[in-house]
């Protein structure tokens, strides 16, 4: 794989506890906007999207201590949960990863924030690092 798969890095997801009081405390301390906020139950969270210039800081609340984030949380405590990388074509991104043996969640792109396809890389296959790959929605 010589050619790049990735466009920009999409967003850095943060396992918080408290989504108010974390959005509070980027806005307040950093000066970050909060430009998108919503629950996604199937991956288990309510989130918001902090901007950063083109980037975004991702906080990601868990509905229940038995999801993946909950999880997170119990063992690790707040902090970074992932990173994710922005792609044009999840199809193609996935079958390129997978030819070159990286193991990836999920068999099919699941809905992530703003109606956008993600995978995720698992940790094992990234040197430890939960990875998420972002094919935005498209902007009608």
């Known amino acids: 794989m010589t050619d790049a798969l ?3 890095i999409d967003h850095v997801g943060i396992a918080v506890e408290d989504l108010d009081a974390s959005i509070s405390f980027y806005e307040t301390a950093f000066g970050m906007r909060c430009t998108h906020r919503e629950t996604n139950t199937e991956q288990g969270v309510e989130e918001a999207m902090m901007q ?3 980037s975004a800081i991702q906080l990601l609340c868990p509905l229940s201590p038995d999801t993946t984030v909950g999880k997170f949380l119990a063992t ?3 902090g970074i949960q992932q990173m994710a990388y922005r792609v044009t074509d999840l199809a193609d991104v996935s079958a390129k990863l997978r030819e070159a043996g990286v ?4 068999d099919a792109p ?3 924030t703003a109606g956008s396809l993600v995978n995720f890389v698992h940790p094992k296959s990234a040197g430890g690092v939960l990875v998420e790959l972002v094919q935005p ?3 009608h």
């Open 103 to 106: 193991r990836l969640l999920y």
């Open 110 to 112: 699941k809905i992530g």
């Open 137 to 139: 929605a498209v902007e």
């Open 52 to 54: 950063v210039g083109d």
């Open 76 to 78: 690790r405590g707040p």
């Open 6 to 8: 990735f466009t920009a």
